[in-house]
Protein backbone atom coordinates (compact mmCIF):
# COMPACT_ATOMS: atom_id res chain seq x y z
CA UNK A 1 0.00 0.00 0.00
CA UNK A 2 1.54 3.28 -1.11
CA UNK A 3 2.32 5.56 2.09
CA UNK A 4 1.46 8.78 0.64
CA UNK A 5 -1.87 9.86 -1.30
CA UNK A 6 -0.54 11.72 -4.44
CA UNK A 7 -1.85 15.25 -4.53
CA UNK A 8 -1.34 15.50 -8.34
CA UNK A 9 -4.60 13.35 -9.02
CA UNK A 10 -6.69 15.68 -7.78
CA UNK A 11 -6.28 17.94 -11.19
CA UNK A 12 -6.52 15.28 -13.94
CA UNK A 13 -6.82 18.64 -15.96
CA UNK A 14 -3.34 19.89 -15.37
CA UNK A 15 -3.51 23.58 -17.55
CA UNK A 16 -5.97 24.44 -15.08
CA UNK A 17 -5.68 26.10 -11.86
CA UNK A 18 -7.60 24.87 -9.09
CA UNK A 19 -9.91 28.14 -9.29
CA UNK A 20 -11.29 27.10 -12.86
CA UNK A 21 -14.77 27.07 -13.72
CA UNK A 22 -13.70 23.70 -15.44
CA UNK A 23 -13.76 21.57 -12.02
CA UNK A 24 -17.01 19.94 -10.95
CA UNK A 25 -16.36 19.68 -7.15
CA UNK A 26 -19.50 17.83 -6.80
CA UNK A 27 -19.62 14.67 -8.81
CA UNK A 28 -16.93 12.85 -10.12
CA UNK A 29 -14.69 11.71 -7.64
CA UNK A 30 -14.16 8.51 -7.48
CA UNK A 31 -12.14 6.63 -4.28
CA UNK A 32 -10.27 4.61 -6.92
CA UNK A 33 -8.46 7.91 -8.63
CA UNK A 34 -9.12 10.23 -5.90
CA UNK A 35 -9.80 12.56 -8.97
CA UNK A 36 -11.89 15.71 -10.22
CA UNK A 37 -13.86 15.65 -13.81
CA UNK A 38 -13.06 17.88 -16.04
CA UNK A 39 -15.87 19.55 -18.20
CA UNK A 40 -16.65 22.04 -20.66
CA UNK A 41 -16.53 25.78 -19.01
CA UNK A 42 -19.44 26.75 -20.91
CA UNK A 43 -21.61 24.51 -18.40
CA UNK A 44 -24.22 26.67 -16.68
CA UNK A 45 -24.85 23.97 -14.07
CA UNK A 46 -21.15 24.11 -13.13
CA UNK A 47 -20.88 27.58 -12.98
CA UNK A 48 -24.11 27.90 -10.60
CA UNK A 49 -23.26 25.61 -8.41
CA UNK A 50 -19.55 26.94 -7.59
CA UNK A 51 -17.16 25.13 -5.43
CA UNK A 52 -19.38 23.04 -3.46
CA UNK A 53 -17.18 19.91 -2.80
CA UNK A 54 -18.37 16.70 -1.98
CA UNK A 55 -19.98 13.66 -3.33
CA UNK A 56 -20.96 11.74 -0.22
CA UNK A 57 -24.62 10.92 -0.09
CA UNK A 58 -25.49 13.60 2.65
CA UNK A 59 -23.79 16.25 0.45
CA UNK A 60 -25.95 15.14 -2.80
CA UNK A 61 -29.18 15.10 -1.11
CA UNK A 62 -28.46 19.29 -0.18
CA UNK A 63 -27.62 19.72 -3.75
CA UNK A 64 -30.44 18.20 -4.67
CA UNK A 65 -32.91 20.13 -2.68
CA UNK A 66 -31.13 23.29 -4.16
CA UNK A 67 -31.72 22.24 -7.52
CA UNK A 68 -35.49 21.59 -6.83
CA UNK A 69 -36.00 24.88 -4.78
CA UNK A 70 -33.65 27.67 -6.79
CA UNK A 71 -35.82 27.84 -9.90
CA UNK A 72 -38.49 29.19 -7.49
CA UNK A 73 -38.85 32.18 -5.70
CA UNK A 74 -39.41 30.20 -2.10
CA UNK A 75 -38.44 31.67 0.92
CA UNK A 76 -35.64 29.07 2.17
CA UNK A 77 -34.25 28.43 5.43
CA UNK A 78 -30.72 26.58 5.87
CA UNK A 79 -29.83 25.30 8.73
CA UNK A 80 -26.57 23.76 10.19
CA UNK A 81 -23.59 23.90 12.99
CA UNK A 82 -21.21 26.83 12.31
CA UNK A 83 -18.67 26.72 9.29
CA UNK A 84 -21.16 23.97 7.39
CA UNK A 85 -21.27 26.52 4.28
CA UNK A 86 -24.38 27.62 4.53
CA UNK A 87 -23.79 30.92 2.50
CA UNK A 88 -22.21 29.05 0.02
CA UNK A 89 -25.53 26.97 -0.40
CA UNK A 90 -27.60 30.53 -0.22
CA UNK A 91 -25.43 31.38 -3.38
CA UNK A 92 -25.62 27.67 -4.96
CA UNK A 93 -29.60 28.94 -4.97
CA UNK A 94 -29.57 32.71 -5.87
CA UNK A 95 -26.71 31.60 -8.96
CA UNK A 96 -29.14 28.71 -10.03
CA UNK A 97 -32.30 31.10 -10.05
CA UNK A 98 -33.90 33.67 -12.09
CA UNK A 99 -32.67 36.19 -10.10
CA UNK A 100 -28.96 34.76 -11.05
CA UNK A 101 -28.16 38.55 -12.84
CA UNK A 102 -29.40 40.66 -9.60
CA UNK A 103 -27.85 41.59 -6.35
CA UNK A 104 -27.37 38.79 -4.32
CA UNK A 105 -27.03 40.78 -0.61
CA UNK A 106 -25.73 39.29 2.92
CA UNK A 107 -25.92 40.56 5.94
CA UNK A 108 -25.25 38.36 9.48
CA UNK A 109 -27.37 39.35 12.17
CA UNK A 110 -25.42 38.30 14.67
CA UNK A 111 -22.21 41.06 13.69
CA UNK A 112 -24.43 43.94 13.70
CA UNK A 113 -25.37 45.60 16.85
CA UNK A 114 -29.02 45.24 17.85
CA UNK A 115 -29.74 48.98 17.51
CA UNK A 116 -28.59 49.56 14.28
CA UNK A 117 -29.64 46.41 12.33
CA UNK A 118 -33.26 48.23 12.39
CA UNK A 119 -31.38 50.71 9.95
CA UNK A 120 -29.33 48.31 7.96
CA UNK A 121 -32.12 46.29 6.69
CA UNK A 122 -34.57 48.73 5.95
CA UNK A 123 -32.24 52.19 5.62
CA UNK A 124 -32.76 55.65 6.96
CA UNK A 125 -33.60 59.35 5.99
CA UNK A 126 -31.17 61.92 7.54
CA UNK A 127 -31.38 62.92 10.44
CA UNK A 128 -33.21 60.08 11.69
CA UNK A 129 -30.88 59.57 14.65
CA UNK A 130 -27.78 60.61 16.08
CA UNK A 131 -25.46 60.23 13.67
CA UNK A 132 -27.54 59.94 10.68
CA UNK A 133 -25.92 62.74 8.58
CA UNK A 134 -27.29 61.67 4.89
CA UNK A 135 -30.04 59.30 3.73
CA UNK A 136 -29.17 55.42 3.29
CA UNK A 137 -31.07 52.95 1.70
CA UNK A 138 -30.94 49.36 3.36
CA UNK A 139 -30.01 46.19 2.24
CA UNK A 140 -34.14 45.18 1.08
CA UNK A 141 -33.70 48.39 -1.45
CA UNK A 142 -30.70 47.08 -2.22
CA UNK A 143 -31.59 43.42 -2.63
CA UNK A 144 -34.69 44.50 -4.71
CA UNK A 145 -35.11 41.79 -7.52
CA UNK A 146 -32.17 39.37 -6.31
CA UNK A 147 -31.88 37.78 -3.08
CA UNK A 148 -31.14 39.12 0.27
CA UNK A 149 -29.29 36.64 2.84
CA UNK A 150 -29.88 36.79 6.50
CA UNK A 151 -27.44 34.49 8.15
CA UNK A 152 -28.00 34.23 11.96
CA UNK A 153 -31.41 35.48 11.67
CA UNK A 154 -32.18 33.78 15.39
CA UNK A 155 -30.01 36.89 16.73
CA UNK A 156 -32.40 39.00 15.05
CA UNK A 157 -34.41 41.37 18.40
CA UNK A 158 -38.13 40.06 18.55
CA UNK A 159 -38.90 43.59 18.29
CA UNK A 160 -37.74 43.87 14.67
CA UNK A 161 -38.84 40.15 13.81
CA UNK A 162 -42.81 42.18 13.18
CA UNK A 163 -41.15 44.89 10.80
CA UNK A 164 -39.24 41.58 9.30
CA UNK A 165 -42.38 39.52 8.45
CA UNK A 166 -44.59 42.68 7.35
CA UNK A 167 -41.95 42.89 4.26
CA UNK A 168 -41.70 39.34 3.72
CA UNK A 169 -45.84 39.06 3.67
CA UNK A 170 -46.73 42.23 1.98
CA UNK A 171 -43.26 43.68 0.40
CA UNK A 172 -43.10 47.09 1.53
CA UNK A 173 -41.66 49.12 4.52
CA UNK A 174 -40.54 52.25 5.57
CA UNK A 175 -37.21 53.70 6.19
CA UNK A 176 -36.52 54.89 9.40
CA UNK A 177 -37.56 58.38 9.76
CA UNK A 178 -40.35 58.52 6.70
CA UNK A 179 -43.26 57.81 6.31
CA UNK A 180 -42.90 56.87 2.49
CA UNK A 181 -43.96 53.44 2.00
CA UNK A 182 -41.50 51.75 -0.66
CA UNK A 183 -42.60 48.04 -2.54
CA UNK A 184 -39.54 45.36 -2.80
CA UNK A 185 -39.43 42.27 -4.74
CA UNK A 186 -36.99 40.29 -2.50
CA UNK A 187 -36.36 36.64 -2.59
CA UNK A 188 -35.61 35.77 1.04
CA UNK A 189 -32.90 33.40 2.19
CA UNK A 190 -32.37 32.91 6.08
CA UNK A 191 -30.05 30.60 7.80
CA UNK A 192 -29.12 29.96 10.92
CA UNK A 193 -27.29 27.54 13.58
CA UNK A 194 -29.62 27.82 16.62
CA UNK A 195 -33.23 25.68 16.96
CA UNK A 196 -35.32 28.14 16.38
CA UNK A 197 -38.06 25.83 17.14
CA UNK A 198 -36.98 25.46 20.31
CA UNK A 199 -36.48 29.67 20.39
CA UNK A 200 -40.11 29.80 19.47
CA UNK A 201 -41.21 27.81 22.46
CA UNK A 202 -38.86 29.96 24.94
CA UNK A 203 -40.44 33.28 22.98
CA UNK A 204 -37.46 34.72 21.52
CA UNK A 205 -38.40 34.19 17.88
CA UNK A 206 -42.06 35.20 16.59
CA UNK A 207 -43.90 31.69 15.62
CA UNK A 208 -45.42 33.28 12.76
CA UNK A 209 -42.00 34.34 11.20
CA UNK A 210 -40.65 30.86 12.00
CA UNK A 211 -43.57 29.74 9.74
CA UNK A 212 -43.06 32.28 7.17
CA UNK A 213 -39.34 31.91 6.49
CA UNK A 214 -39.54 27.92 7.35
CA UNK A 215 -41.14 27.08 4.07
CA UNK A 216 -38.37 25.36 2.02
CA UNK A 217 -36.01 23.89 5.09
CA UNK A 218 -32.62 22.93 4.04
CA UNK A 219 -30.18 21.46 7.04
CA UNK A 220 -26.75 21.08 6.06
CA UNK A 221 -24.67 18.07 7.56
CA UNK A 222 -21.89 18.43 9.97
CA UNK A 223 -18.45 17.27 8.65
CA UNK A 224 -18.36 14.35 11.00
CA UNK A 225 -21.69 13.03 9.05
CA UNK A 226 -19.74 12.99 5.81
CA UNK A 227 -16.30 11.66 6.52
CA UNK A 228 -16.44 10.14 2.90
CA UNK A 229 -16.09 13.97 1.40
CA UNK A 230 -12.78 15.01 3.60
CA UNK A 231 -10.38 13.36 1.41
CA UNK A 232 -11.17 15.62 -1.45
CA UNK A 233 -12.20 18.87 0.76
CA UNK A 234 -8.15 17.79 1.71
CA UNK A 235 -7.10 18.08 -2.07
CA UNK A 236 -8.74 20.94 -2.77
CA UNK A 237 -7.92 22.82 -0.02
CA UNK A 238 -4.27 22.07 -0.58
CA UNK A 239 -4.03 22.38 -4.15
CA UNK A 240 -5.75 26.22 -3.69
CA UNK A 241 -3.52 27.14 -0.88
CA UNK A 242 -0.46 25.97 -2.48
CA UNK A 243 -1.60 27.94 -5.62
CA UNK A 244 -2.06 31.04 -4.05
CA UNK A 245 1.35 30.84 -2.19
CA UNK A 246 3.45 29.60 -5.10
CA UNK A 247 4.39 26.37 -3.41
CA UNK A 248 4.49 22.75 -4.90
CA UNK A 249 2.92 20.33 -2.51
CA UNK A 250 2.72 16.53 -4.69
CA UNK A 251 1.98 14.37 -1.50
CA UNK A 252 -0.59 14.26 1.51
CA UNK A 253 0.99 10.57 3.63
CA UNK A 254 -1.80 8.40 4.48
CA UNK A 255 -1.22 8.70 8.44
CA UNK A 256 -2.28 12.10 7.78
CA UNK A 257 -4.40 11.70 5.77
CA UNK A 258 -6.45 9.03 7.99
CA UNK A 259 -5.76 11.35 11.30
CA UNK A 260 -7.65 13.75 9.33
CA UNK A 261 -10.70 11.73 8.45
CA UNK A 262 -10.91 9.98 11.74
CA UNK A 263 -10.83 14.09 13.23
CA UNK A 264 -14.24 15.56 14.27
CA UNK A 265 -14.17 18.57 13.36
CA UNK A 266 -16.49 20.57 15.57
CA UNK A 267 -15.84 23.61 13.85
CA UNK A 268 -16.73 21.75 10.60
CA UNK A 269 -15.24 22.77 7.36
CA UNK A 270 -14.48 25.90 7.66
CA UNK A 271 -12.48 24.46 10.82
CA UNK A 272 -10.91 22.31 8.15
CA UNK A 273 -9.84 24.68 5.65
CA UNK A 274 -7.81 26.78 8.39
CA UNK A 275 -5.65 23.80 9.37
CA UNK A 276 -4.83 23.04 5.87
CA UNK A 277 -3.77 26.70 5.42
CA UNK A 278 -1.74 26.85 8.32
CA UNK A 279 -0.16 23.80 7.43
CA UNK A 280 0.40 24.54 3.54
CA UNK A 281 2.13 27.33 4.62
CA UNK A 282 4.75 25.16 7.24
CA UNK A 283 5.29 22.30 4.77
CA UNK A 284 8.30 21.88 2.69
CA UNK A 285 9.70 18.87 0.75
CA UNK A 286 6.29 18.94 -1.24
CA UNK A 287 4.79 16.78 1.38
CA UNK A 288 2.06 18.04 3.14
CA UNK A 289 2.75 18.10 7.01
CA UNK A 290 -0.39 18.65 9.28
CA UNK A 291 0.12 19.47 12.78
CA UNK A 292 -2.22 16.63 14.21
CA UNK A 293 -0.67 15.98 17.89
CA UNK A 294 -0.85 19.83 18.39
CA UNK A 295 -4.39 20.53 16.95
CA UNK A 296 -6.37 17.36 16.53
CA UNK A 297 -5.59 15.83 19.59
CA UNK A 298 -5.95 18.79 21.77
CA UNK A 299 -9.65 18.94 20.02
CA UNK A 300 -10.61 15.29 20.99
CA UNK A 301 -9.09 15.50 24.59
CA UNK A 302 -11.38 18.36 25.37
CA UNK A 303 -15.23 17.01 26.56
CA UNK A 304 -17.98 17.76 24.63
CA UNK A 305 -20.36 19.70 26.57
CA UNK A 306 -24.03 18.86 26.89
CA UNK A 307 -25.96 21.24 24.49
CA UNK A 308 -27.59 24.26 26.44
CA UNK A 309 -31.05 25.66 25.88
CA UNK A 310 -30.91 29.63 25.14
CA UNK A 311 -32.76 30.48 28.41
CA UNK A 312 -30.45 28.51 29.83
CA UNK A 313 -27.36 30.46 28.57
CA UNK A 314 -29.30 33.45 29.97
CA UNK A 315 -29.90 32.50 32.98
CA UNK A 316 -26.05 31.23 33.80
CA UNK A 317 -25.15 34.38 32.10
CA UNK A 318 -27.08 36.40 34.43
CA UNK A 319 -26.19 34.54 37.54
CA UNK A 320 -22.23 35.03 37.48
CA UNK A 321 -23.07 38.86 36.65
CA UNK A 322 -25.25 38.76 40.37
CA UNK A 323 -22.24 37.00 41.49
CA UNK A 324 -19.81 39.91 40.53
CA UNK A 325 -22.00 42.46 41.67
CA UNK A 326 -22.28 40.82 45.10
CA UNK A 327 -26.11 40.61 44.44
CA UNK A 328 -26.77 44.23 43.47
CA UNK A 329 -29.05 45.25 40.60
CA UNK A 330 -29.21 48.84 40.25
CA UNK A 331 -26.72 51.53 40.08
CA UNK A 332 -23.70 52.33 37.90
CA UNK A 333 -21.77 49.17 39.14
CA UNK A 334 -24.93 47.11 39.45
CA UNK A 335 -25.86 44.29 37.14
CA UNK A 336 -28.47 45.68 35.37
CA UNK A 337 -25.88 48.64 34.04
CA UNK A 338 -22.92 45.54 33.51
CA UNK A 339 -25.79 43.50 31.35
CA UNK A 340 -26.32 46.85 29.46
CA UNK A 341 -30.74 46.26 30.26
CA UNK A 342 -32.65 48.17 32.23
CA UNK A 343 -33.49 47.39 35.46
CA UNK A 344 -37.17 46.71 35.03
CA UNK A 345 -35.96 43.93 32.09
CA UNK A 346 -33.43 42.69 34.29
CA UNK A 347 -35.96 41.95 37.05
CA UNK A 348 -38.38 40.46 34.53
CA UNK A 349 -35.72 38.43 32.81
CA UNK A 350 -35.06 37.44 36.20
CA UNK A 351 -38.47 36.34 37.20
CA UNK A 352 -39.11 34.55 34.00
CA UNK A 353 -35.77 32.21 34.16
CA UNK A 354 -36.76 31.40 37.94
CA UNK A 355 -33.88 33.99 39.57
CA UNK A 356 -35.03 34.79 42.79
CA UNK A 357 -34.25 38.83 43.15
CA UNK A 358 -34.60 40.78 46.53
CA UNK A 359 -38.00 41.36 45.90
CA UNK A 360 -39.31 37.63 46.38
CA UNK A 361 -37.06 36.71 48.83
CA UNK A 362 -38.71 39.66 50.57
CA UNK A 363 -41.97 38.67 49.97
CA UNK A 364 -41.73 34.62 51.05
CA UNK A 365 -40.11 35.68 54.64
CA UNK A 366 -43.42 37.99 54.40
CA UNK A 367 -45.47 35.38 54.07
CA UNK A 368 -43.54 33.07 56.16
CA UNK A 369 -43.51 35.59 59.38
CA UNK A 370 -47.34 36.24 58.41
CA UNK A 371 -48.22 32.15 58.70
CA UNK A 372 -46.11 31.94 62.06
CA UNK A 373 -48.16 34.79 63.36
CA UNK A 374 -51.43 33.21 62.22
Given at each position: ??????????????????????????????????????????????????????????????????????PT??????????????????????????????????????????????????????????????R??????????????????????????A??????????????????????????????N?????????????????????V?P???????????????????????????????????????M????????????????????????????????V??????????????????????????????????????????????????????????L?????????????????????????
Amino acid sequence: MSSAAPLRQAWPCPEQSPNSEMFDLQPGFSPATDGYRCHDPGSQRNRQRGFIVGSSPAIQRVLSLVDMVAPTDSTVLIEGETGTGKELIARAIHEQSRRSTRPFITVNCAAIPAGLLESELFGHEKGAFTGAAMRRPGRFKLADQGSLFLDEIGEMPVELQAKLLRVLQEGEFEMLGSNVTQKVNVRLIAATNANLRDMVSDRQFRDDLYYRINVFPITVPALRERPEDIPLLVRYFVAMFADKIGKQIDDIPSRVMQGLVEHPWPGNVRELQNLLERSTILSSGGRLDVPLSTSTRKVQAWPRQTPVTLADAKREHILRTLEQTRGAIAGPNGAAALLGVKRSTLYFLMRKLGIPTKTDVCRDDSELTSGAVA
